[in-house]
Each structure stands twice: as C-alpha cells, then as structure tokens.
C-alpha cells in the first residue's frame, strides 16, 4: 500500500467514525434517546403536588408522569402493578393496605431516614410520611370556650347534645380517626364514644369539612371535627373567611397522649422499572424545598426537622395556651389502626351513624 493509498484508507474510516457518532450520542437510529422519566399514581389533586413535581423535573431533568386518581386508587395499582414507580396518598391507610397486599417495595435511602423521623416512617421501610395535619375541634367563638373542651372522648358528652356538625362517618378522615381512638381505647369503648357522638350531632353528616365551620357561622351547631389545614384555606378566601372567623380550633387531648394526625405519605411500587429514580424523587418530597412547600403552601406540617411551618398554624390552639403552634401530637400506630379500620366501619354501620338527625 502506497502513501497516497494510506491517506485514503484513514480519510474513510475518519468519515464512518463521523458518520456513526451521532447514532452514539443518541441511541441510534439518528434519534434522541428518550428523556428519563418517572411515573407516579396519586389521589392528591395537581393543584397540591404538580408545581413539586416540575420542579422535580427543572432539577434534575427527570420526567415526572403524574396520574390523578380521585377514587379506587388502590384498585388501580391492583389491576396496573407496573403503571407506577411512586404512590402518593392524602391518607396513610392506603398504603398500610398496599404493604400488606404486595403492591409495594422498601425503600433504602438514608437520605429518607435522615429527613424523616422514626415516628413518621413505616417499620420495614415500605412508606414515609411526607406531611400531615391534625383533626382537630373547630368550635364556636361566641358559644364555647377553650375549658369547656379537653378531649375527643369528650365529645359524647350529653352536654353537647345538638351541638355538633361533622361530615360523614364513614369519610377516610373520621375513620382513620376513629380507627386511632380504637387503637388507643379499644373498641368496645369506641363504639360508646361513636353512639354518644352520634346522640350528639346537631344534623345528620354532610357536606365536607368546611362546610362544618360555615353551619358553626350560621349558628346551626357550636362544634365540628375537622382538619387544621382549613383554618387558613378558608381565611385565604375571601368567599369563606366569616366562616374561619366564626370559630377557634381546639387540639385535643393535650393533656393526654395528644392530638391525632392524618398522614400524607409516599412509596415506592413492585412496579421495579425504575427504583433508583423513584427513591431520588422520595428523597425530594422529604428534602427542604417540598417541605417548605408542603408547610407554606399547603399549610401542612412538615416532617422534616428544622423547617417552619406557616404563620397561620402557628396561631392554631393560642386560645388553649398553645404557643407557636407547637401542639402535642399522638403517632398511634398506622399498622395497629388498619387492623381495627374495618370493625370501626362495620360498628359505623351498625349504629346507622350518617342518618342521625334531620337533613
């Protein structure tokens, strides 16, 4: 082979390096490899969670596929096993029922054992908490002072007899509550408290739990049950503000064990496909930017020590001598609750709890 032969044959395999190169770069077939992506299942709204997940996305340029399921979420993951990599849930109970149907996976990251205390994760690692609120008692500020309330039990007292509002029973919120109160008592002693409540309720359960503080505004009853998040909802629209201003919240049981909490929480699914990725956004739903976002925008409370929470919360109980808001909080069990979850639907039920009352 000559000089000028040489020359040639390297000009060639120079030009096919350049030729495959691209293919390289972007997977083949000349086109782009496909951006990184998670998916995640949730019965939360896009109004709370979608800004967190573009942000997520503006990070780290993972994709973040949201599906926003309102009801039959669990089914959903039954049926679609491998729709998701990450659940979100409102309420800790679904994935208590999840864990024990399979649909989950631990995680490991001691990014999430950091951010999240004991109390706030599952024992074998199969959800974290990411926020809650508390259930607390709104009551009448014209009608009902701070000492004549101490704790939930309390309120089957006759005294309140047609002085009471709450939604349904059988809503998520009060069952998780009263599962708590039954881990907490027992049941037996439960279902008294359910049928004094029940004596007690001004009409029978409606509505949501602001339109319990609106029927408080409007005289019709003095007490609701309800979460501490909608203190400053409703005082954040102007349509709903004489209702918040209408009424104090009560944490209860402070001089007991302590007020309980609905727990919002995440997990990774069996899905499998994309677990690393997965446990990278867990980890940035329990770091310092979504939990400021959780604590300021959503007025709950975050899990994750050191970060505040909103100014509206820390005024919540001040009439109970509570001070910044810092009230005592009960973590019963998630496990121990899902365990009685369906004997208290079914004493619920028996008690004919939603028809008490006129409509």
Avoid at 136 to 143: E, G, I, L, Q, T
Avoid at 221 to 232: F, R, T, V
């Amino acid at each position: 082979m000559n000089a000028a032969t040489s020359i040639r044959a390297a000009l060639l395999a120079v030009g096919l390096l350049a030729a495959l190169l691209p293919s390289c770069r972007d997977g083949g077939g000349g086109q782009a490899a496909p951006s990184p992506e998670i998916r995640v299942l949730t019965d939360r709204t896009a109004s709370h969670l979608q800004k967190l997940f573009d942000e997520y996305s503006k990070q780290t340029g993972v994709r973040v596929v949201a599906n926003f399921v309102d009801e039959e979420l669990l089914a959903r993951l039954e049926s679609r096993p491998a729709e998701a990599d990450l659940i979100v849930v409102k309420e800790a109970h679904l994935l208590e029922s999840a864990k024990r149907q399979g649909l989950l996976q631990p995680f490991s990251s001691k990014i999430v054992e950091l951010n999240v205390p004991a109390a706030f994760r599952d024992p074998a690692a199969h959800y974290a908490v990411l926020s809650y609120r508390a259930r607390v008692v709104y009551y009448s500020k014209d009608r009902v002072a701070p000492p004549d309330l101490s704790t939930y039990l309390g309120l089957a007292d006759p005294k309140w007899k047609g002085r009471i509002c709450l939604r349904s029973g059988f809503h998520d919120y009060n069952v998780g509550l009263f599962s708590q109160l039954a881990t907490i008592h027992g049941l037996p002693r439960i279902e008294t408290f359910l049928q004094g409540l029940r004596d007690n309720l001004a009409r029978a359960p409606q509505g949501d739990d602001r339109d319990q503080m609106r029927a408080i505004a409007e005289g019709k009853c003095d007490l609701a049950l309800a979460n501490s998040y909608y203190m400053g909802i409703m005082l954040g629209r102007e349509d709903q503000r004489a209702w918040a201003q209408a009424t104090h919240v009560f944490f209860p049981d402070q001089a007991e064990r302590g007020a309980l909490l609905m727990r919002s929480c995440a997990a990774l699914t069996r899905a499998g496909r994309h677990t690393k990725q997965a446990t990278a956004l867990l980890e940035f739903l329990t770091g310092d930017y979504a939990q400021r976002y959780f604590a300021e925008a959503l007025l709950e409370y975050p899990v994750k020590a050191g970060v505040g929470i909103a100014p509206v919360n820390k005024a919540l109980g001040r009439e109970q001598g509570i001070e910044n808001g810092a009230f005592k909080a009960d973590h019963v069990s998630l496990t121990q609750a899902a365990d009685l979850r369906e004997k208290v639907i079914a004493a619920l039920a028996r008690l004919d709890f939603d028809r008490k009352g006129q409509k």
